[in-house]
């Protein structure tokens, strides 16, 4: 089945420093990237759509300049949480969606800590 | 707009003992809808989907739904749970791309 990647699973930095996640497809083109920020206990909060070779589209409230996608080739996505701040500490998870639209496959979450 | 709400948070039952969690949608067409399930500090796994056809569907893990159009419902079940069924389960609805969320019921499981 369709494998998402996701790296690293957890990192820790210091506040003011910026951190990158990756999120690779590992076994088909994914032309559509979805970041989700996930609080403890609580839901998935889309945050952006990764579109390869274009503009993230982001959902409201979410800072562009602070949360910065790429998505420069088809397997992978990577957001970069800029100048991080404790609040910015959460578990952030991407998924991607196989060309047949077929439902998301997750990857296995970043967890997030800013010390 | 579409939503979905899931109207248990916590949920506690015995080990081999039968499970239904609910999962109410609200769109105007036919949906799509996915039962997702995450273990602690990790992704989600899809278990089912229901796009169209036959409204009763069977997932991994021995899961299944029913998606109820008269009650725009999508119950998951289990006949028997198993102490490694303990994890978050989370309803989903897609429109065009986006996902939209239920606020996930936590199941915990009884030796």
């Known amino acids: 089945g369709a494998v998402v990647s996701q790296h690293p699973s957890w990192v820790i930095c210091k506040s003011g420093t910026s951190v990158k996640i990756e999120c690779r497809s590992l076994?088909?083109?994914?032309?559509?990237m979805f970041w989700y920020r996930q609080f403890p206990k609580q839901s998935l909060m889309l945050m952006a759509t990764?579109?390869?070779?274009?503009?993230?589209?982001?959902e409201q409230g979410v800072e562009k300049d602070k949360f910065l996608i790429n998505h420069a080739s088809l397997t992978l996505s990577t957001l970069t949480v800029t100048s991080a701040h404790p609040e910015d500490s959460s578990f952030y998870i991407c998924s991607a969606r196989t060309p047949d639209n077929s439902p998301l496959h997750f990857g296995n979450g970043t967890r997030l800590t800013v010390t | 707009a579409q939503s979905v709400t899931q109207p248990d948070i916590h949920i506690t039952v015995s080990e081999g003992a039968s499970l239904e969690l609910r999962c109410n949608y609200s769109?105007?067409?036919?949906?799509?809808l996915f039962w997702y399930v995450q273990s602690p500090g990790q992704g989600l796994q899809l278990l089912l989907k229901?796009?169209?056809?036959?409204?009763l569907v069977q997932g991994i893990k021995g899961f299944e739904a029913e998606f109820k159009r008269s009650q725009s419902s999508f119950n998951l079940r289990k006949p028997s749970v198993h102490w490694s069924d303990a994890a978050e389960y989370f309803c989903a609805t897609s429109g065009t791309y986006k996902y939209i969320f239920g606020t996930g019921t936590r199941l915990k499981v009884l030796a």
């Open positions: 769109y105007g067409a036919t949906p799509y």
């Open positions: 990764s579109n390869e070779g274009s503009k993230a589209t982001y």
């Open positions: 076994d088909f083109q994914a032309t559509t």
């Open positions: 229901y796009f169209s056809g036959d409204t």
